[in-house]
């Protein structure tokens, strides 16, 4: 039983599964948000992705174990109650980090194609070849885990300068409103001058026409006695 490839490969789920269980326990020391938080907790769902992947590949290795190497009904039974409960810790981990929407991709987007073209080429593997094709897996998904994580700082920089943005024609329109209700108040202070100064002046106004009309009937009879003496 030792050197069974199923019991290998659940063995090191089940290692896989102690290591998330723990990372998992380490969040409660780390800030509730920040860089490191957010480093943490990707890391710890990669591992949920790998570990499912584990799980899926043992089920498809674990349905055709029977025409592979001789094994009893019990013996089946066994394996399988232990892939049962390791797959329930699985996802109760993943829902405590906030991954349920995986768990229930199928339910939402329906069955995923890929996931069915892998478990038929995995099914004509033996062992050896499973364990290998398992490993390829989980490089490409580490590899769209990382593509994903550059996409998510990029998106959150873009996010943080349109914030700044904001911020900055917020303050802008702010000062602009300050500046044109100082001079709406200007404006209504000098119609409020004008109107005092034109009640005061209109009882004056005709003989002030007149005077001025006077001045200029003076200045024009000064100019032609000027001109023609």
């Given at each position: 039983?030792?050197?069974?490839?199923?019991?290998?490969?659940?063995?090191?789920?089940?290692?896989l599964?102690?290591?998330?269980?723990?990372?998992?326990?380490?969040r409660?020391?780390?800030?509730?948000?920040?860089?490191?938080?957010?480093?943490?907790?990707?890391?710890?769902?990669?591992?949920?992705?790998?570990?499912?992947?584990?799980?899926?590949?043992?089920?498809?290795?674990?349905?055709?174990?029977?025409?592979?190497?001789?094994?009893?009904?019990?013996?089946?039974?066994?394996?399988?109650?232990?892939l049962t409960?390791?797959?329930?810790?699985?996802n109760?981990?993943a829902?405590?980090?906030?991954?349920?929407?995986?768990a229930?991709?199928?339910?939402?987007?329906?069955?995923?194609?890929?996931?069915e073209?892998?478990?038929?080429?995995?099914?004509?593997?033996?062992?050896?070849?499973?364990v290998?094709?398992?490993?390829?897996?989980?490089?490409?998904q580490?590899e769209?885990?990382?593509?994903?994580?550059?996409?998510?700082?990029?998106?959150?920089?873009?996010?943080?300068?349109?914030?700044?943005?904001?911020?900055l024609?917020?303050?802008?329109?702010?000062s602009?409103?300050?500046?044109?209700?100082?001079?709406?108040?200007?404006?209504?202070?000098?119609?409020?001058?004008?109107?005092?100064?034109?009640?005061?002046t209109?009882?004056?106004?005709?003989?002030?026409?007149?005077?001025?009309?006077?001045f200029?009937?003076?200045?024009?009879?000064?100019w032609?006695?000027?001109?023609?003496?």
């Amino acid at each position: 039983m030792a050197s069974d490839p199923w019991l290998r490969e659940f063995n090191e789920a089940s290692k896989l599964s102690e290591e998330v269980k723990g990372m998992i326990s380490a969040r409660s020391s780390l800030p509730p948000s920040g860089p490191e938080t957010q480093r943490h907790l990707s890391a710890a769902r990669r591992k949920i992705t790998i570990l499912r992947t584990k799980l899926e590949t043992l089920q498809s290795l674990l349905s055709t174990l029977p025409s592979k190497q001789p094994i009893t009904g019990k013996e089946m039974n066994r394996r399988q109650d232990l892939l049962t409960n390791l797959s329930s810790k699985t996802n109760q981990m993943a829902t405590s980090l906030n991954m349920s929407g995986f768990a229930n991709r199928d339910s939402l987007l329906g069955p995923d194609k890929k996931s069915e073209e892998v478990m038929n080429k995995a099914s004509a593997l033996d062992n050896q070849g499973l364990v290998g094709f398992q490993r390829q897996i989980i490089k490409e998904q580490d590899e769209d885990f990382e593509k994903l994580e550059e996409t998510v700082i990029s998106t959150k920089h873009i996010a943080l300068a349109v914030n700044e943005e904001l911020g900055l024609q917020t303050r802008l329109l702010d000062s602009m409103d300050q500046h044109v209700d100082s001079t709406n108040s200007r404006l209504q202070m000098v119609q409020k001058r004008l109107a005092i100064l034109n009640k005061r002046t209109k009882g004056g106004c005709s003989c002030m026409i007149l005077l001025i009309l006077a001045f200029v009937a003076l200045i024009v009879v000064a100019w032609l006695l000027v001109k023609y003496l």
